[in-house]
């Protein structure tokens, strides 16, 4: 069973969130109209438990709302239904996600005696500025503070940002980077900013107070942060919104809203590598650039676009990308020949 597969979402949209972040429409951005609840986390079970894999690394992961900020008593509610999962062997673990000033010890003593495994935090910026004008009310302390319990206290730590939020720069959205790399949580995802309706950041769109955070922006900014996370040794699990109807349909108005945006990213991170390759080569030259053969559709792009951007950048007459597993590197020149 693959490692996408093995997590069973249940979607909370909007519980729990004391505040309206600008950006946020949980039920256009998941799909989900209704809350769980109990019922809804065992026809989630029902459903895993024919599912072939390893059981015991299957995970019911709560998502969209802020979870343990919600009622105690609702929490308990769901967590007792999906503990009832581990007991009967149908899931090994839970994970949730939640606002990072809604941790403290009494809560994480209770997701501890329901078999929460993964707790990820949506820090989102480490700049306050940038937190305070997407109204996300908690600041980075909050974050710094929250991640260190989490960690102490024996959890994995996923944490997400967001790139291109009202305020932010590329260097805000670097230096949030490095910052979540300092507190080593166990995975990222990254969520460039997708404009969807019916959230306080389209009006500000529409009236032209915030400009949009395009894929192209999204793209290039995220092929700096991508290698950051790797040379961590910190995996990035997610890199923009996972496509749904309700977004593809309309829902995301403008922003970096893409089917692939991951793969946009790691696409254009070996256009990059093959520029450097190429630098200083003479126009009307004749290359071939060698690639790792799983890297093939990448380094070529969507419709070959990165061949048609090399030869036009270094006015090449011909490139040529051969896949060769012989290659120590990712991808290398295997020559040039002058015009």
């Given at each position: 069973?693959?490692?996408?597969?093995?997590?069973?979402?249940?979607?909370?949209?909007?519980?729990?969130?004391?505040?309206?972040?600008?950006?946020?429409?949980?039920?256009?951005?998941?799909?989900?109209?209704?809350?769980?609840?109990?019922?809804?986390?065992?026809?989630?079970?029902?459903?895993?438990?024919?599912?072939?894999?390893?059981?015991?690394?299957?995970?019911?992961?709560?998502?969209?709302?802020?979870?343990?900020?919600?009622?105690?008593?609702?929490?308990?509610?769901?967590?007792?239904?999906?503990?009832?999962?581990?007991?009967?062997?149908?899931?090994?673990?839970?994970?949730?996600?939640?606002?990072?000033?809604?941790?403290?010890?009494?809560?994480?003593?209770?997701?501890?005696?329901?078999?929460?495994?993964?707790?990820?935090?949506?820090?989102?910026?480490?700049?306050?500025?940038?937190?305070?004008?997407?109204?996300?009310?908690?600041?980075?302390?909050?974050?710094?503070?929250?991640?260190?319990?989490?960690?102490?206290?024996?959890?994995?730590?996923?944490?997400?940002?967001?790139?291109?939020?009202?305020?932010?720069?590329?260097?805000k959205s670097l230096s949030t980077a490095r910052e979540l790399i300092s507190l080593r949580p166990d995975g990222v995802r990254i969520?460039?900013?997708?404009?969807?309706?019916?959230?306080?950041?389209?009006?500000?769109?529409?009236?032209?107070?915030?400009?949009?955070?395009?894929?192209?922006?999204?793209?290039?900014?995220?092929?700096?942060?991508?290698?950051?996370?790797?040379?961590?040794?910190?995996?990035?699990?997610?890199?923009?919104?996972?496509?749904?109807?309700?977004?593809?349909?309309?829902?995301?108005?403008?922003?970096?809203?893409?089917?692939?945006?991951?793969?946009?990213?790691?696409?254009?991170?070996?256009?990059?590598?093959?520029?450097?390759?190429?630098?200083?080569?003479?126009?009307?030259?004749?290359?071939?650039?060698?690639?790792?053969?799983?890297?093939?559709?990448?380094?070529?792009?969507?419709?070959?676009?990165?061949?048609?951007?090399?030869?036009?950048?270094?006015?090449?007459?011909?490139?040529?990308?051969?896949?060769?597993?012989?290659?120590?590197?990712?991808?290398?020149?295997?020559?040039?020949?002058?015009?």
């Amino acid at each position: 069973m693959s490692a996408r597969a093995s997590i069973l979402p249940v979607f909370v949209p909007h519980l729990g969130c004391p505040h309206d972040c600008v950006f946020c429409n949980q039920r256009r951005i998941t799909g989900e109209l209704s809350p769980a609840d109990a019922g809804t986390v065992r026809e989630a079970l029902s459903a895993a438990a024919a599912l072939p894999g390893d059981a015991g690394k299957r995970q019911l992961a709560f998502f969209g709302g802020s979870f343990t900020a919600i009622p105690e008593a609702q929490q308990e509610e769901l967590l007792s239904a999906a503990q009832e999962g581990i007991e009967q062997g149908i899931i090994g673990s839970i994970r949730l996600s939640t606002r990072p000033d809604a941790v403290d010890g009494a809560v994480l003593a209770r997701l501890r005696r329901y078999g929460v495994e993964t707790v990820e935090l949506g820090a989102q910026s480490m700049d306050d500025e940038v937190l305070r004008l997407s109204g996300r009310g908690h600041t980075a302390e909050d974050v710094r503070r929250a991640a260190r319990l989490v960690k102490e206290a024996g959890f994995r730590l996923i944490l997400q940002m967001m790139t291109g939020l009202p305020g932010d720069t590329e260097e805000k959205s670097l230096s949030t980077a490095r910052e979540l790399i300092s507190l080593r949580p166990d995975g990222v995802r990254i969520y460039p900013t997708v404009v969807v309706r019916d959230t306080a950041l389209y009006e500000l769109w529409r009236r032209g107070v915030y400009r949009e955070h395009t894929v192209e922006d999204a793209v290039r900014l995220c092929a700096k942060l991508l290698p950051l996370f790797e040379a961590a040794g910190i995996p990035v699990i997610r890199l923009g919104l996972n496509p749904t109807e309700e977004l593809s349909g309309g829902g995301a108005a403008a922003g970096a809203y893409h089917p692939a945006l991951g793969e946009l990213v790691r696409s254009r991170i070996l256009r990059e590598k093959a520029e450097l390759l190429l630098e200083g080569t003479e126009p009307g030259s004749r290359a071939v650039l060698a690639v790792q053969p799983r890297l093939l559709s990448q380094m070529l792009g969507p419709k070959r676009a990165n061949v048609s951007f090399l030869r036009g950048r270094f006015g090449l007459s011909e490139l040529r990308v051969v896949p060769d597993p012989s290659i120590c590197a990712e991808i290398e020149a295997v020559s040039v020949e002058k015009p």
